[in-house]
Every structure is written in structure tokens, then in C-alpha cells.
């Protein structure tokens, strides 16, 4: 038959907790080392050096200083490889962005170069350098738009338009004035006139108005 045990558990300075283990059963195996691990448990107290000589007090403080020292030591070298670490992935993106501005520097300075050529091409002029600065301007209507050949042609064109269209109307009035009954010319009023001949007389003949006429109603002031 197992034996109860009470065991008490100091968890805090001052205060104290039992707890007994008597309820739970427990083999002298597991009573050990549930004993053990609530003697581990217990707040540790600093031990007294009375045992100790002062050498042997000196050397214990350099030891630990030495440990703590090293301990210091390894801390900063892993934050120092940590931060070298970081400093080359920097560098490394550094050197990317880099050569990207770079390649976009190059493109830009092609683009600007094609759209000059372009410029030239549609008989725009460009002064200075290459830079060729975009400006805000009024919207111009299409004949300003043109260029100077464009220009030509299309005044060219509205003449010519122009022109043929006072010759069609001068053309229409010509027509309408000779093909116009009421507006002929006095050569063909002269040519469509013919001489009148006289006509032979002839003698009517006389009706004598008198008491015969079954209309015969004379006036009686007469």
C-alpha cells in the first residue's frame, strides 16, 4: 500500500499553496517526479559565497563577465551579419534600379530623337536641341493646321472651284436670256416681222333700216 505524502508548494515570496497528492494515486515513481518538478518549480534564492575564498569570488566574477562578454559578443555578431545581410540586398536593388533609370534614360532619348525625325518628316520645324517641350494651345481650325504645301493646294482648289462656278452661272444667264421669248434681240424681231399687204376692200353692203324691219319702232318725238 502506498503511503500519502503532503508536499507544500511556495509559488510567491510570502505565500504558501498545499497541495497533496494523496487523492491522485500515484506510483513512488510518479509521486518522485511530480515531487521533483514542484521542487524545480520553487523560486530559486541566491546562495551565500560564505564557502567561497576572495580569490576564488574574484575569479568567479571574471568568469561570468567573461561569459556575459562573449554572450554580448555572438548578440552583436548575429545583428551584424543580420544588418550586412541587408545591406547587400540594398545594394543589389540599388544596382537594378539603376540600370533600369539608365534604360529608360536611353529609350527616352531615342523617342525623343524618332519624334524629331517624325517632325521634320511632316515639314514642322524644330530649333534647339532635341527637347522638343509640349505646349498648351488653342485648337485651331483645319486650314491653320495644314502645312504651307497643304495650304497651297487647298486655295488652288477653291479657285478653281470658284472660277468654274461664276462660268457655269454667267453660262445659265446667257442661255436664259437668249432662249427667253420676251427678251429677244432686234435682229430676230427684225427677221420674224413680215410687211403687211393691204388688203383688197370690200364693199359692204348696205341695209336699209325701215318701217319693213319687224323691229321697227321708231320714236315718236322723232
Known sequence: MVAQHTILVTTMP??????????????????????????????????????????????????????????????????????EQQLSDM???????????????TQTSHLKLENAQLRERLGMQVTGDVDVEIK??????????????QQDRVQALYKMTMSFISVLAILSLTYGWTSSPKLKTPKRLTKSLRPLKPSPSKKTPTIWWGPQQKSWNPSMNL
Open 91 to 105: 545594394e543589389t536593388l540599388n544596382k537594378q534600379l539603376v540600370n533600369e533609370n539608365n534604360r529608360l534614360k
Open 136 to 149: 498648351k494651345e488653342p485648337v485651331l481650325p483645319e486650314s491653320a493646321v495644314l502645312s504651307p504645301p
Open 14 to 83: 510570502g505565500k504558501k499553496t498545499q497541495a497533496s497528492l494523496a487523492s491522485l494515486n500515484l506510483s513512488p515513481t510518479q509521486f518522485s517526479q511530480a515531487e521533483s518538478l514542484l521542487h524545480d518549480m520553487e523560486p530559486k534564492k541566491r546562495r551565500r559565497l560564505t564557502h567561497l575564498t576572495p580569490d576564488e569570488k574574484i575569479m568567479r566574477r571574471k568568469l561570468k563577465n567573461r561569459v556575459a562578454a562573449q554572450t554580448a559578443r555572438d548578440r552583436k555578431k548575429v545583428r551584424m551579419d543580420t544588418l
